[in-house]
């Protein structure tokens, strides 16, 4: 099946820095979303990006499908901002999501 | 502000008992998954069903998991009997997939955090 890797595996920042994330899969993907795990442990949709670019606030997604990587980016990162980021990715005809192992974010003051 | 529900939001339970987890998708959403996430295991797909038809429950253990929907706005899994290797949270997703609105995107619950003793 799809490998779904995800790097950094842990990340610590002070409260305003800058951070990429990366997803990089072993396949070509049909769907790719990008997920905060907070530290209550809700799943919350951040980006549906197959391919492009997209924005919301201080986050934004570019996925290269044709190189088979996505990168998440959090700008002027905040507290609330902590918990675990998961990339998901969709194949096939299969409805099947396939997540990555995720990257621990933790923003300090 | 439509979202996925789920209940109990917690569920303590002793070896051998059933336990049975409810979710109510979004409404509209015509794809229903349900996912179990274990600090070993990360997030794993256990079953999801098209238009209230299983498609796919491969990632499920047949002998004590069951999941069904009994009608559209109700997702159901059932373990009987529990063992404490099942204790992690699950969550239901839904989707509205295929046709002309179609994203895919899944929208997750909050998750049902099982514990068995």
Known sequence: GIQVEQSPPDLILQEGANSTL???FSDSVNNLQWFHQNPWGQLINLFYIPSGTKQNGRLSATTVATERYSLLYISSSQTTDSGVYFCAVLTGTASKLT???????QVTL | ???VTQTPRDKVTEMGQEVTMRCQPILGHNTVFWYRQTMMQGLELLAYFRNRAPLDDSGMPKDRFSAEMPDATLATLKIQP???RDSAVYFCASAQSGGGYSTDTQYFGPGTRLTVL
């Open chain 1, 22 to 24: 990366r997803c990089n």
């Open chain 1, 99 to 105: 997540f990555g192992t995720g990257t621990r974010l």
């Open chain 2, 1 to 3: 502000d439509a979202r």
């Open chain 2, 82 to 84: 529990s063992e404490p």
